[in-house]
């Protein structure tokens, strides 16, 4: 058979996305924050670029105007302290400072035990031991590496360096600092505060998985004592701290800025867009006038050209990325009116189809739109996308928002008895009571989810 090569003709339709869509697409994805850092880039990068400080002065004046002469605004703004002046001045550049200034720092753990072993009389060689022992403890207040190690890293004796960490360093406050264990970290403890209970050293010595189960009764049958004398332990063992650096553990910060203001004026909620730090573009005058004067198809005007297409259209993206994140949260509120009137237990069950069809966009246009993105309410702050839960089945044939079914797990456990947490499968009963039919493996996953220990981790036994 002959083998020969044709060309053919055929029409399909294909889905081609532009750069243009690409971006626009991509700016609904961003947070704030990265929309800001997006913003920084494209400025520095597009010379046809530029700030509208102009437009921006003109906006905030316009909206001191609009305070001034709407009451309704003038008194919320009012009692929320949105438009108090600051009260602090600064002599010149140089001495201004940023918010991270007036923010107190915590002392780390490592600082507080390096100035304790600062104000030791103690000599140089047990500063250099303690200065490397106290470098190598955890944030937790536990020592990462053996005595032997310490040594043979400063050439000493290991005597020298358990003499320096018992007799120094684990003398330090918080108690317990220094330990290579659990059970060393508790005898510190016991130790420090005094506590002479042969029963307790037992029990820490020898014991303490009895505790981890919290088997009492196993434990008071092992150690032929009462019940109650084992209980009395348990409480005395539980005021200590197994991780004595905790106090000292530096949380980072977390910002969250929000996206879109929820207010109510009178009956009804309004919607208004937080621009607050996104800086306001417009083409540099400059080079756009530039053009008049140039040759047709010389390099530099086609670069300007290209430049000043792609400068608006990063515009418009933004303008439409704040459009919709209005529309989408004017329909959340349509929506969830009697939420923000009364509260979680309100929420009405939705989907991202709910919102979809109501403005005329597309599922995963709503799923972008409502990601990272949050919004500030009477209620509190939420993001977009926590109004999205689904709902169960109520006997009333109606159904409630997982949000809200969470909200009643925990005050569910908030309300139950330390010695006799409920279970799982107790929860499921007591909210069929209230009329929300849900399986147990839902309360478990709801549970876990707003991380609260099962049961037998809750139950205390004094």
């Given amino acids: ?161 358990e003499n320096v960490l018992s007799g120094v360093v684990q003398g330090f406050d918080p108690p317990g600092v220094g330990a290579r264990d659990l059970k060393e970290c508790l005898f510190l403890q016991i130790r420090a505060l005094g506590i002479g209970n042969p029963l307790i050293e037992k029990v820490v010595s020898d014991y303490l998985p009895f505790l981890e189960k919290r088997d009492y009764k196993g434990l008071a049958k092992v150690l032929e004592v009462a019940v109650e004398d084992v209980m009395l332990t348990v409480k005395a063992i539980s005021a200590l701290e197994p991780k004595p650096g905790r106090p000292f553990q530096q949380e980072p910060a977390t910002y969250i800025i929000p996206d879109v203001y929820v207010f109510k004026v009178g009956q009804e909620y309004v919607v208004m867009p937080n621009e607050g730090g996104i800086p306001r573009l417009k083409l540099n005058d400059f080079y756009k006038n530039s053009l008049n004067g140039m040759e047709k198809g010389a390099a530099s005007k086609e670069y300007i050209q290209d430049k000043a297409r792609s400068a608006s259209w990063f515009i418009k993206s933004i303008q439409q990325r704040q459009r919709t994140i209005c529309k989408a949260t004017e329909s959340i509120v349509k929506f969830q ?23 005329g966009m597309h599922d995963s246009t709503i799923s972008r739109v409502t990601t990272n993105k949050y919004v500030h309410t009477p209620q509190g702050i939420f993001e977009l996308k926590y109004f999205f839960g689904g709902g169960l089945n109520c006997s009333n044939g109606e159904s409630a928002a997982s949000g809200s079914v969470k909200d009643m797990i925990k005050r569910i456990i908030d309300g139950e008895d330390p010695k006799k947490p409920y279970s799982d499968e107790c929860i499921m009963e007591l909210l069929k009571r209230s009329g929300i039919e849900i399986a147990r493996r839902t309360v478990t996953k709801y549970r876990e989810a707003m991380r609260i220990a099962s049961s037998s981790r809750r139950a205390r036994g004094f």
């Fill in 337 to 359: 009116k009697e939420f923000l009137d009364k509260g979680i237990m309100y929420l009405r069950p939705m989907v991202l189809r709910d919102v979809a069809e109501d403005i």
């Fill in 1 to 161: 058979m002959a083998l020969e090569t044709r060309l053919y003709h055929k029409l399909a339709q294909q889905l081609v996305m532009t750069p243009q869509l690409q971006q626009a697409i991509k700016m609904l994805q961003f947070s704030k924050l990265e929309l800001i850092e997006e913003i920084q880039q494209e400025l520095e990068e597009n010379p046809l670029l530029e700030e509208d400080l102009e437009a921006r002065e003109e906006e905030e004046e316009g909206i001191k105007e609009e305070h001034l002469s709407e009451e309704d605004w003038d008194s919320y703004l009012s009692a929320s302290n949105f438009d108090k002046p600051a009260s602090m001045n600064f002599r010149d550049k140089d001495s201004e400072a940023g918010f991270e200034s007036f923010t107190p720092q915590k002392t780390t753990l490592s600082e507080h035990l390096l100035w304790q072993l600062g104000l030791s009389d103690t000599d140089n060689k047990t500063l250099q031991i303690g200065e490397v022992l106290i470098g190598n403890i955890n944030d937790d207040g536990y020592l990462e590496v053996s005595t032997q190690e310490v040594a043979d890293s400063l050439k000493v004796d290991r005597e020298d360096v």
